[in-house]
């Protein structure tokens, strides 16, 4: 039998205080990363919508970033 171990997650807002990054770019480089690596998105009222993260999450999102500032021209604005 499964069992959900997440038993919490942390706002992007919050991992991108966390981590001294942008909300905006954050969030631009957290888009390649699917559930399975630890992100999820909570659902509000009407569109309200925020991503979050697990810590397996963080962890995915802490080498994206790595990967990211080593080439910045893999994010195209």
Do not use: C
Not at 43 to 72: C, R, S, W
């Amino acid at each position: 039998m499964h069992v959900n171990k997440v038993h919490r997650v942390t706002t992007i807002d919050r991992v991108a205080d966390d981590l001294g990054e942008s909300i905006d770019w954050l969030y631009d480089v957290a888009m390649e990363m699917d559930a399975e690596d630890g992100v999820i998105w909570v659902y509000g009222l009407g569109d309200e919508q925020l991503m979050a993260f697990t810590n397996f999450g963080i962890e995915t999102l802490v080498d994206l970033i790595k990967i990211h500032k080593d080439d910045p021209t893999l994010l195209k604005r």
